[in-house]
T-cell receptor, first 112, second 113 residues
Framework: GNSVTQMEGPVTLSEEAFLTINCTYTATGYPSLFWYVQYPGEGLQLLLKATKADDKGSNKGFEATYRKETTSFHLEKGSVQVSDSAVYFCALTQFGNEKLTFGTGTRLTIIP | DAGVTQSPTHLIKTRGQQVTLRCSPKSGHDTVSWYQQALGQGPQFIFQYYEEEERQRGNFPDRFSGHQFPNYSSELNVNALLLGDSALYLC????????????FGNGTRLTVT
């Protein structure tokens, strides 16, 4: 079946540091890939997505590239801010199946 | 434009009781999905409703049931509550043509004692 493996947290960085959160997946065919963010006390917000190989999703300074050869979708940001502190989830769906399969999440804390 | 709204925000129930959670989808959306998020875990898919029918179901027991109304709102019912049902329950809505639910509510925090 489908699965998503995320870099274990928690991750703590200083403000303006470079961020990478690793995500790899197992799926048949060509899944669509997503990053969701969950701020304290809130539900999930879609951060970015990519629907085919080599697509790059980007939003709010975050970006991730769909790499089929390495089955990866790593999240990156060049300069993090305190407001980026949250839990980040990598997820996938398969074509014709809207069910999202999530990773376990990575808690990110940015210190001033 | 209101997004996905869920009620109540918090709920405390006793083991063996029954609970109903409610969700109103984002305006224009016709599909509602429910997810269970245990503490420190990623959300797990429970089921999805479209045109008032259960369209897809995850690996959850029959104690979990749902309903979708003609106005696209939805309910999640859980019978015979277990301590392990304590979790954040998330509702997500989408339009049928979308590839995945893009809009989540803030969830209902259920505590079973």
């Amino acid at each position: 079946g489908n699965s998503v493996t995320q870099m274990e947290g928690p991750v703590t960085l200083s403000e303006e540091a470079f961020l990478t959160i690793n995500c790899t997946y197992t799926a048949t065919g060509y899944p669509s890939l997503f990053w969701y963010v969950q701020y304290p006390g809130e539900g999930l917000q879609l951060l970015l997505k990519a629907t085919k190989a080599d697509d790059k999703g980007s939003n709010k300074g975050f970006e991730a590239t769909y790499r089929k050869e390495t089955t990866s979708f790593h999240l990156e940001k060049g300069s993090v801010q305190v407001s980026d502190s949250a839990v980040y989830f990598c997820a996938l769906t398969q074509f014709g199946n809207e069910k999202l399969t999530f990773g376990t999440g990575t808690r990110l804390t940015i210190i001033p | 434009d209101a997004g996905v709204t869920q009620s109540p925000t918090h709920l405390i129930k006793t083991r063996g009781q029954q609970v109903t959670l409610r969700c109103s989808p984002k305006s224009g959306h016709d599909t509602v999905s429910w997810y269970q998020q245990a503490l420190g875990q990623g959300p797990q898919f429970i089921f999805q409703y479209y045109e008032e029918e259960e369209r897809q179901r995850g690996n959850f027991p029959d104690r979990f049931s749902g309903h979708q109304f003609p106005n696209y709102s939805s309910e999640l019912n859980v019978n015979a509550l277990l301590l392990g049902d304590s979790a954040l329950y998330l509702c997500a809505s989408s339009f049928v043509a979308e590839s995945a639910p893009l809009h989540f509510g803030n969830g209902t925090r259920l505590t079973v004692t």
